[in-house]
């Protein structure tokens, strides 16, 4: 039943974080994402398919009956060593993404981030009919398995995230509330980070992005600039903090544009990584250290985290057995609901028969209100008989 089912993953526990990107999709819009996950869809001959990009994860689950070999690996993951891939199937690969969508494999453990990536990403796909009613199913019962997570254990306690971690590293520099911030890219996790720093003081806050109107939109109620990724280079006034986080494959924070906008005083400011590939350019990390906040680094801080939540981990698992349970008697239910599909329109089919065909000359010895009666009855039996079967489906079970 659940045997079609199939993720294979990469994260932050089997690869370095800066080694993670190499096993997504690169793209620079959401056009580029919809055609490479057609793309591959069609090539593989896979039923359904959903991908989920993090900045410490890769993952695909998709629908198939057909088994998973290396030649399948490689079509989605391209020329990379496949020997950190891992691989889930059937009742496992479901229990697997409940765990995730719960943060129990985030690197943050706790942070609730996870669920709403998982949720605009399914939400996204499904529009562009990548996904299917299995891949629907499954997210809606994840969904529900992780709040059920984040509300009866103390997981989520003290909630903490990577760009709550981000903020926090920030703050130790001691700066002012008052000190102009620079963000660059204004996807999900820049807008979290706006939502932190506002909540911290901090309104002085120029966003480059992509698309103008959405650096505009997320610049709402604030002071600063708001503008293009090409029109950073051009930044005039100073600023404490650069904050980057893009979906580009390549540094859009340059050694030359920081050198620019910092009016040579790279050494001076504050940068802060969040990118999967890197946005700011290596050299400046390795060349400013202790001035560069990056996923690395963040990564030791949640290590606390971790000891201090771990202990929940095995009292969410038993939950996550319920959920489990639940969506296999979804997914039985939707089975049979499936199987009799077609009952409808064969018991219409037969009715028709019989009023047409089969008792046609006998109706035609009748008067309009027998006509009349015999044929409300018929409506009424189509419809006793369509409701059966299905009612046994939904009371079905395992």
Same mark, same amino acid.
């Given at each position: 039943?659940?045997?079609?089912?199939?993720?294979?993953?990469?994260?932050?526990?089997?690869?370095?974080?800066?080694?993670?990107?190499?096993?997504?999709?690169?793209?620079?819009?959401?056009?580029?994402?919809?055609?490479?996950?057609?793309?591959?869809?069609?090539?593989?001959?896979?039923?359904?398919?959903?991908?989920?990009?993090?900045?410490?994860?890769?993952?695909?689950?998709? =629908?198939?009956?057909?088994? =998973?070999?290396? @030649?399948?690996?490689?079509?989605?993951?391209?020329? =990379?060593?496949?020997?950190?891939?891992?691989?889930?199937?059937?009742?496992?690969?479901?229990?697997?993404?409940?765990?995730?969508?719960?943060?129990?494999?985030?690197?943050?453990?706790?942070?609730?981030?996870?669920?709403?990536?998982?949720?605009?990403?399914?939400?996204?796909?499904?529009?562009?009919?990548?996904?299917?009613?299995?891949?629907?199913?499954?997210?809606?019962?994840?969904?529900?398995?992780?709040?059920?997570?984040?509300? $009866?254990?103390?997981?989520?306690?003290?909630?903490?995230?990577?760009?709550?971690?981000?903020? @926090?590293?920030?703050?130790?520099?001691?700066?002012?509330?008052?000190?102009?911030?620079?963000?660059?890219?204004?996807?999900? &996790?820049?807008?979290?980070? +706006?939502?932190?720093?506002? @909540?911290?003081?901090?309104?002085?806050?120029?966003?480059?992005?992509?698309?103008?109107?959405?650096?505009?939109?997320?610049?709402?109620?604030?002071?600063?600039?708001?503008?293009?990724?090409?029109?950073?280079?051009?930044?005039?006034?100073?600023?404490?903090?650069?904050?980057?986080? &893009?979906?580009?494959?390549?540094?859009? +924070?340059?050694? $030359?544009?920081?050198?620019?906008?910092?009016?040579?005083?790279?050494?001076?400011?504050?940068?802060?990584?969040?990118?999967?590939?890197?946005?700011?350019?290596?050299?400046?990390?390795?060349?400013?250290?202790?001035? =560069?906040?990056?996923?690395?680094?963040?990564? $030791?801080?949640?290590?606390?985290?971790?000891?201090?939540?771990?202990?929940?981990?095995?009292?969410?698992?038993?939950?996550?057995?319920? $959920?489990?349970?639940?969506?296999?008697?979804?997914?039985?239910?939707?089975?049979?609901?499936?199987?009799?599909?077609?009952?409808?329109?064969?018991?219409?089919?037969? @009715?028709?028969?019989?009023?047409?065909?089969?008792?046609?000359?006998?109706?035609?010895?009748?008067?309009?209100?027998?006509?009349?009666?015999?044929?409300?009855?018929?409506?009424?039996?189509?419809?006793?008989?369509?409701?059966?079967?299905?009612?046994?489906?939904?009371?079905?079970?395992?």
């Amino acid at each position: 039943m659940l045997s079609n089912i199939h993720i294979l993953t990469v994260s932050h526990k089997e690869l370095p974080l800066d080694k993670v990107p190499d096993y997504g999709i690169h793209f620079h819009h959401a056009t580029e994402l919809k055609q490479g996950l057609e793309k591959l869809k069609k090539k593989n001959n896979l039923e359904e398919l959903f991908y989920l990009s993090t900045c410490n994860r890769v993952l695909y689950l998709f =629908v198939t009956e057909k088994g =998973v070999d290396r @030649k399948l690996m490689s079509s989605l993951f391209g020329e =990379v060593d496949l020997s950190p891939v891992k691989y889930h199937h059937g009742e496992e690969a479901v229990f697997y993404l409940f765990q995730v969508a719960s943060s129990i494999h985030s690197m943050v453990l706790g942070e609730r981030e996870i669920i709403t990536q998982l949720r605009v990403a399914y939400e996204e796909q499904q529009k562009w009919g990548i996904t299917g009613d299995n891949i629907r199913l499954l997210v809606q019962e994840t969904i529900r398995a992780a709040k059920k997570i984040y509300a $009866s254990t103390k997981i989520g306690e003290k909630p903490v995230s990577v760009v709550s971690l981000a903020v @926090k590293s920030l703050l130790d520099f001691k700066i002012s509330n008052k000190t102009p911030i620079i963000l660059v890219g204004a996807g999900a &996790t820049n807008q979290l980070v +706006v939502r932190h720093l506002t @909540k911290k003081g901090f309104i002085n806050i120029s966003i480059y992005n992509r698309s103008l109107a959405k650096a505009k939109s997320l610049h709402k109620g604030l002071n600063g600039y708001a503008g293009t990724l090409d029109e950073l280079i051009n930044h005039q006034e100073d600023f404490g903090c650069l904050i980057a986080c &893009t979906s580009s494959p390549l540094p859009v +924070v340059t050694r $030359s544009i920081a050198d620019k906008i910092s009016k040579g005083k790279i050494q001076e400011k504050i940068w802060i990584d969040l990118g999967l590939p890197s946005d700011i350019e290596p050299e400046i990390h390795y060349s400013y250290p202790k001035q =560069v906040i990056n996923l690395k680094a963040l990564q $030791s801080r949640a290590k606390v985290n971790l000891s201090m939540r771990a202990k929940e981990i095995k009292r969410a698992d038993l939950l996550l057995e319920d $959920s489990l349970n639940e969506f296999k008697k979804t997914m039985h239910q939707r089975l049979i609901e499936r199987a009799f599909r077609h009952i409808p329109t064969e018991i219409k089919g037969i @009715k028709e028969k019989a009023i047409h065909e089969v008792f046609k000359k006998d109706l035609a010895t009748l008067d309009s209100q027998s006509v009349d009666v015999i044929s409300r009855m018929m409506n009424y039996m189509e419809k006793k008989c369509i409701s059966v079967p299905m009612k046994a489906a939904r009371n079905s079970s395992i």
